[in-house]
């Protein structure tokens, strides 16, 4: 009896691995691929260098006359009007350049971009003074009246949010806007002079920092780890600047015959080109889920 158990035994156990050597082999699937890397997520510096130029091309003087006892009254207004006008900036544009810092965030699978950045650029121009002559028969006298103005933006900084889609994971079209700063001059000098001695100056001054607005749009491309390529354009505009003098002249008893007003806007427009380093410090990209 004990024999024919085991000989029972063997069978079942030669059945069952002839089964199991018949049934097809079993793999797991493989794990789904991994996102991207976050290439641009993290700090970078970097520097750049381009060209800009002005959009309002010129700048409206004023006077306004001031009587003198003992002159015939229409004097007055025909000799502040020589001193009036609107005087076109001799030259508007020039080379920028300087370096910039920020942040990038990638988030939807790595596909869209966001940062900050703050940049700050040198302004270099040519010879930015214009000089405007009018003259006219003031009360039977010839008299000439010129002007000279010269303005310019010494320096310019940004600091902006970027929000960008990348077309590829190195490719990123972007657009950008924030607060513009700069360093702003500008100056007038006046010089009247008549037929029958008659001489009279003026000037006015003005030199500080200005806080506007910035807004514009770029490409950026990662042609080696770590490193980017842009080209960007910015509009920036940092407000109007007014300032005033007085007309003075020794051939007059009260010595002051006009109050003379400038007004001039500080805005234009930046192309650049640049190079960024990134650091690549910042936290993997943030998956959204819908």
Do not use: C
Request: net charge positive; aromatic share 14%.
């Amino acid at each position: 009896m004990k024999k024919a158990l085991s000989v029972a035994a063997l069978a079942v156990a030669l059945t069952g691995s002839a089964l199991a050597a018949d049934l097809p082999s079993y793999k797991s699937p493989p794990p789904p691929p991994l996102p991207p890397p976050p290439l641009w997520t993290g700090f970078y510096v970097g520097l750049n260098a381009g060209g800009t130029w002005t959009s309002s091309n010129s700048t409206q003087v004023g006077t306004f006359p001031i009587g003198q006892p003992g002159f015939n009254p229409a004097v007055f207004p025909q000799l502040a009007l020589l001193a009036s006008g609107s005087i076109p900036s001799r030259n508007n544009g020039g080379f920028i350049g300087g370096g910039q810092i920020g942040y990038n965030w990638q988030f939807y699978n790595g596909a869209v971009l966001a940062g900050v950045e703050a940049d700050i650029q040198g302004l270099a121009y040519g010879n930015n003074t214009t000089n405007f002559t009018t003259a006219a028969v003031v009360v039977g006298v010839p008299v000439i009246s010129n002007t000279a103005l010269a303005r310019s933006v010494d320096y310019i900084g940004t600091v902006r949010g970027r929000l960008g889609w990348l077309f590829t994971p190195t490719l990123l079209v972007y657009g950008t806007g924030g607060l513009a700063y700069g360093g702003v001059t500008t100056n007038t000098t006046m010089f009247q002079a008549g037929t029958n001695g008659f001489a009279g100056f003026g000037a006015t001054s003005f030199s500080d920092t200005r806080v506007g607005w910035t807004a514009g749009g770029g490409l950026e491309w990662m042609f080696m780890p770590r490193w980017s390529a842009k080209v960007e354009y910015l509009y920036y505009d940092l407000g109007n600047v007014s300032t005033s003098g007085a007309l003075t002249s020794g051939f007059f008893p009260l010595g002051t015959y006009g109050i003379t007003q400038q007004t001039t806007r500080f805005n234009g427009n930046i192309v650049r080109a640049g190079v960024n380093y990134h650091f690549n410090w910042g936290a993997p990209p943030i998956v959204a889920k819908y």
